[in-house]
């Protein structure tokens, strides 16, 4: 009598399986961890290398670092419009906070005098929240 049943699968490789997954999810979208860590000490060192050579940088060239987590907002709000096919709330999410680091970082490369136009957060903000309320 050869009749062999298969045996039930492992419960511990099917939680491994699961973890794989979820870590694939988490790290598909660009450099994390040391990468990004190397990445960002490769750009200010080019950056005091081009100081130290008299290179003219921006007053406010410290402001690009405010524009890394707008590209990772951004490039996490394609990423939920790509697994999904839809415009989430977590696409929009991405969006915005993408937008308003651009502005803010923008800001500081034009000198916006911040103590004039700080109303105008408040004003986006309820925007925003207008626009939420209009969707439901």
Not at 82 to 97: D, I, K, L, N, W
Not at 98 to 109: C, E, M, N, P
Not at 110 to 136: E, K, S
Request: zero cysteines; aromatic letters at 12%.
């Amino acid at each position: 009598m050869s009749d062999q049943q298969t045996p039930p699968p492992d419960w511990r490789e099917l939680r491994r399986a699961e973890r794989r997954e979820r870590h694939w999810d988490r790290h598909a979208f660009g450099p994390r961890g040391p990468a990004l860590a190397g990445g960002i000490l490769v750009v200010l060192g080019l950056i005091f290398l081009a100081e130290n050579f008299g290179v003219e940088l921006p007053r406010n060239w410290w402001a690009v670092f405010i524009l890394i987590p707008a590209l990772i907002a951004f490039g996490a709000a394609w990423s939920a419009y790509q697994q999904h096919g839809a415009v989430t709330p977590a696409v929009r999410g991405g969006v915005a906070a993408g937008v308003v680091l651009t502005v803010i970082a923008l800001s500081f490369f034009i000198g916006v005098q911040w103590g004039r136009f700080w109303p105008v957060i408040l004003i986006l903000v309820g925007v925003g929240v207008l626009a939420g309320a209009a969707r439901r």
